[in-house]
């Protein structure tokens, strides 16, 4: 089956015209009678009655224009919506994230840019959000302290210091505008899991200027942190990005080396050239 052939039937049924339906194709009014010559020839049978006027569809043409058309109609569709998410006027945009602070900011920049794109969030660790994007499970992944690797595309986003989070009644909350790691030495704390970024980052400070806290409790989220800290079982660490704002709780910024950390916007190294995944990465930048 040539679809040259079906093509210029079809324009002709739509058009009622061989010349019309050559403009409708760019190309010309022979190309299309030879064309659709052909199509009736290799089937031995006659799909237009070509009258003095206009041109008319046999009972077997009609037939054949109803499919065509929905054949065709479909393409047209399909090429609609192509064009509107080259022009990204629509499409959908897997994101990965390994926490809410940062991402939610690029989000609403992309809302307003471009709102017919769409958004599915992944939130999770950093671990469960780089195999997310290794694993091509989504486009574009907003990450923490992540080594270079070959096929990762990386695009700095910002930094971020690491705090104290205490209870508002707390002496140092009254005292300081912050606070040396040093303090922090026997001090109570409840703080994230092991494998958490910010926990590592702690952690790794710690033992460099071999300070020894007394870790109470170790919790897997930030809000459970949170909520330790405000029914005063001890004190909290969280990232200077992602201070929420609770009136039972004071942050104050830990000085001292190792406490900042890199965060990273990135995606697939041959995906990078994708249309949205370019807009993400311009916006991440703004």
Known sequence: MNLFQLRAFDAVAREGSFTRAAE??????PAVTGHVKALEEHYQITLLRRTARRVELTEEGTRLAAITRAMFGLAEEA???LEANRQL?????????????????????LRERY??????????????????LLGEHVDVAVLTETEPRKGLYLQPLCQSRLCVLLPVGHRWAVSQQALPLSALEQQ????REPSSVTRRTFDKACAVAGIQPQVLLEL???EAVNEAVAAELGIGVVSSTELSHDPRLVALCLTGEGLVNQHWVGCLERRREL???QAF???AGT
């Open 89 to 109: 006027l629509s499409g959908r945009l897997e994101v990965a994230a390994d926490g809410p602070h940062r991402v939610m900011p690029i989000l609403a920049k």
């Open 115 to 132: 709102p017919g794109i769409s958004v599915n969030l992944r939130l999770g660790n950093a671990q469960d959000t780089l195999a997310a």
């Open 188 to 191: 109570v704390m409840v703080l």
């Open 281 to 283: 990465m311009a916006l």
């Open 24 to 29: 409708r194709l760019f190309i010309s009014q």
């Open 220 to 222: 897997g989220s930030r």
């Open 79 to 81: 090429q609609v919506m």
């Open 275 to 277: 249309r949205l995944i």
